[in-house]
């Protein structure tokens, strides 16, 4: 959370951080609160409040007391523009304005984005001006990423009014197929035609709309073999047919804020038997491994925990070929928070430890290629007080949707 920051900079040895970016940055997003800042700097020093140095025109962004707010000076970097021609030295400029303390420090640690060119210009310079500055390479995961893996109540709140909303569309995306007419074995919209993926990510994005959401990733909507290719979207033009599966992965976000993750696999209509066991297996492993996801838990433990459970019934697993296009291929899960995907990472090697007040999704997997099947099963949950992992994701889980 962002209020462990001190204790988190002083367990780390830094004496100030520094951050660039804007909000649409995940991590630049939360050191600031959401600020609608466009491009900007953050510093903190241990105690002390943090600053935000942004421009003029972004100058009300911030909203929080929490922060000491500070305007780049737009007259020095039109002087050193004039004198030198170059717009990476006079914004080089006026950041230096706002790291003159770092002349009386000894450690700080960079965070946020910005371009590689200038990213190096500023580096370089931080170096000159200050010979005894450390700039320390923090690994992953950073500070700043364990502030986010752990939720506040106020966080976790906005998380799960979203999966609320995310549930919701997801249920009246599937409701939305149902409802047309069926004609050789195809859905078909009210001019004969068939009704395609791109009919209804259109539905799917005018319902995120509705409830102030955005698919700034792109959802997932891939009928029978798109789905068996990794993250395939759909093919916008496929034609939404009968005992074919879809796989539906929606994570929205609320505007410069969280995200949702939810999958489902459907089938409109009679499944084959090769699908049900696809599905009976995921669904198996998704119900073994969630009561696993524990506090003190290691987050690659789980992952562990999936390939095993695979292996047993005879698929093969990315733990023992981690080139496998057939079974088990994918890692179990991720965090989910400003970032679709953040610690803790449930992937193989993954060593991030779960505790109370993470929020992650959960999504085993199986592929079939020379079937062309696919299925995924994945909600978004959170660790409560109790230490028990709960879903806020509230969708059926059934993959025989039926027919009207």
């Known amino acids: 959370m962002r209020s462990d920051l001190d204790k988190l900079m002083q367990n780390y040895h830094l004496d100030a951080i520094v951050a660039f970016g804007s909000a649409s940055d995940p991590a630049f997003n939360f050191l600031t609160a959401g600020s609608d800042t466009g491009e900007a700097m953050f510093t903190k020093t241990p105690g002390e409040k943090a600053n935000i140095w942004l421009g003029p025109l972004q100058r009300e962004g911030v909203k929080s007391l929490d922060f000491v707010t500070h305007i780049f000076d737009l007259a020095l970097y039109h002087r050193v523009f004039s004198e030198t021609g170059s717009r990476q030295k006079a914004e080089l400029e006026i950041y230096l304005q706002g790291l003159g303390f770092l002349k009386n420090v000894k450690r700080v640690a960079l965070y946020g984005r910005m371009e590689f060119s200038f990213s190096c210009l500023l580096r370089n310079e931080l170096n000159r001006r200050y010979p005894g500055l450390e700039i320390v390479d923090d690994a992953t995961p950073t500070l700043v990423d364990r502030l986010r893996a752990t939720k506040s109540a106020e966080e976790l709140a906005k998380i799960i009014e979203i999966g609320r909303k995310t549930s919701r569309v997801m249920i009246e995306t599937r409701d939305y197929i149902r409802s047309h007419k069926v004609s050789e074995n195809c859905f078909v919209k009210a001019d004969h035609s068939p009704l395609i993926v791109g009919d209804v990510k259109r539905f799917t994005r005018s319902r995120l709309f509705e409830q102030d959401l955005e698919d700034t990733e792109g959802m997932i909507f891939a009928p029978g073999k798109q789905s068996v290719v990794g993250h395939n979207t759909g093919e916008p033009d496929t034609p939404i047919l009968l005992e074919v599966p879809i796989i539906f992965d929606l994570f929205p976000r609320e505007a410069r804020g969280y995200f949702h993750d939810t999958t489902r ?46 292996r047993e019934r005879g698929y093969p697993v990315v733990k023992d070929n981690p080139n496998t296009r057939d079974g088990y291929t994918h890692s179990l899960g991720h965090g989910v928070g400003l970032a679709v995907h953040e610690p803790p990472y449930m992937g193989m090697g993954a060593k991030d430890i779960l505790s109370k007040g993470n929020v992650f999704a959960i999504e085993p997997s199986l592929i079939d290629t020379n079937r062309g099947l696919a299925v995924r099963i994945e909600d978004t949950f959170c660790i409560d007080n109790a230490g028990k992992a709960v879903s806020i994701t509230d969708v059926p889980y059934d993959l025989v949707i039926p027919v009207k």
Do not use: I, M, N
Not at 272 to 280: Q, R
Not at 283 to 307: M, Y
């Open 265 to 310: 696999t459907w089938c409109f209509g009679r499944p084959s038997d090769h699908l049900l066991k696809l599905y009976e297996d995921v669904r198996g492993c998704f119900d073994f491994v969630v009561p696993k996801a524990t506090p003190g838990t290691s987050s690659g433990d789980l992952q562990d925990h999936a390939c095993d459970y695979f």
